[in-house]
């Protein structure tokens, strides 16, 4: 298992977004308060953020070792800054390759992907899909991980034309019909958009004017009590995008399709990390920087 977090709005300095709040991605590396699998996240990290003067494909920075234990880290967060990131503290999975090229976050082009979960017998997913992907695909994953299997089955998607949102959906939906047991908590993003889903732990976010966060678990208290967990239906069938709502989710309210849309609107103060709507996961969640601007 792992945490991780995706982050949208006003160019500020990584360190705040891995190191300033109370319950901070670094915090949760050694004390997670919402994990259900594992105790600890000490098999590496990885952060990406794009640069802020306009370059549309991001930067990486990994590595294997504990998030704690690179004293490099602190330097770079404190004089890098971004208005577009996803960072990760990793939990292997079993079976898994241990080396940086395993952690999140995956990156392709101006895409940034990170999973926090796990796939039961990953390595035959593809032959139990039908082998959706060619074999070069396979013989090019980034790591021997369910993570970068995911990734090359969601890239094969976005390059095919479809959104962020709708690829998420659809790979975490025929997955988690075939492993039922998955965990399957994505983020994507282009630098102008988030996207995720929520199947088998917890996901959070934080909406207010101009910036949006989605976490694994809240980064402030006092702490929330714990989401529903979702109800797991068969695979759906595509459909077409609905109109997206101007308003944030409110909890326990369902999205009626497989793809589903939200962005937050302006509104005074700073309202507290709300919950992702429990209900069986046939979407994906998409924020847009064009409405968190707007």
């Not at 594992?38 to 494909?57: E, K, L, Q, R």
């Not at 088998?200 to 909406?207: C, E, I, N, P, T």
């Not at 402030?220 to 989710?249: D, I, M, N, V």
Request: glycine share 8%; with cysteine.
């Amino acid at each position: 298992m792992c945490r991780h977090l995706a982050y949208l709005g006003p160019v500020v300095p990584l360190s705040e977004l891995l190191f300033g709040p109370p319950y901070s991605l670094y915090r949760q590396s050694w004390a997670p308060r919402r994990q259900t699998h594992g105790t600890v996240n000490a098999d590496g990290f990885g952060i990406g953020w794009y640069p802020p003067d306009g370059d549309s494909a991001p930067a990486r920075y990994r590595c294997a070792m504990p998030i704690w234990r690179d004293p490099n880290l602190p330097d770079l967060a404190r004089t890098i800054s971004s208005g577009a990131a996803v960072a990760a503290v990793r939990d292997a999975t079993p079976g898994t390759s241990l080396d940086s090229s395993a952690n999140a976050p995956f990156s392709s082009g101006r895409w940034l992907f990170s999973h926090n979960g796990a796939v039961p017998e990953w390595r035959r997913l593809t032959e139990d899909l039908g082998s959706p992907l060619p074999e070069s695909a396979l013989l090019g994953l980034e790591a021997s991980s369910d993570s970068a299997l995911l990734w090359a089955l969601i890239q094969q998607r976005l390059t095919g034309g479809e959104q962020l949102d709708a690829a998420l959906a659809t790979v975490t939906g025929l997955t988690a019909a075939l492993r039922p047991q998955s965990r399957l908590n994505l983020l994507l993003t282009d630098g102008h958009s988030i996207a995720a889903t929520r199947w088998g732990d917890s996901l959070w976010y934080r909406a207010t004017p101009g910036r949006v966060l989605v976490a694994s678990e809240p980064d402030t208290g006092p702490t929330p009590k714990p989401a529903p967990k979702p109800a797991r239906e068969p695979t759906p069938k595509p459909t077409t995008t609905p109109t997206s709502r101007p308003l944030t989710p409110v909890p326990g309210r369902r999205c009626r399709s497989t793809r589903c849309c939200w962005q937050p609107r302006p509104r005074s103060g700073s309202p507290p990390c709300r919950r992702s709507p429990p209900g069986p996961l046939r979407r994906g969640w998409l924020a847009h920087d064009d409405h968190l601007h707007a």
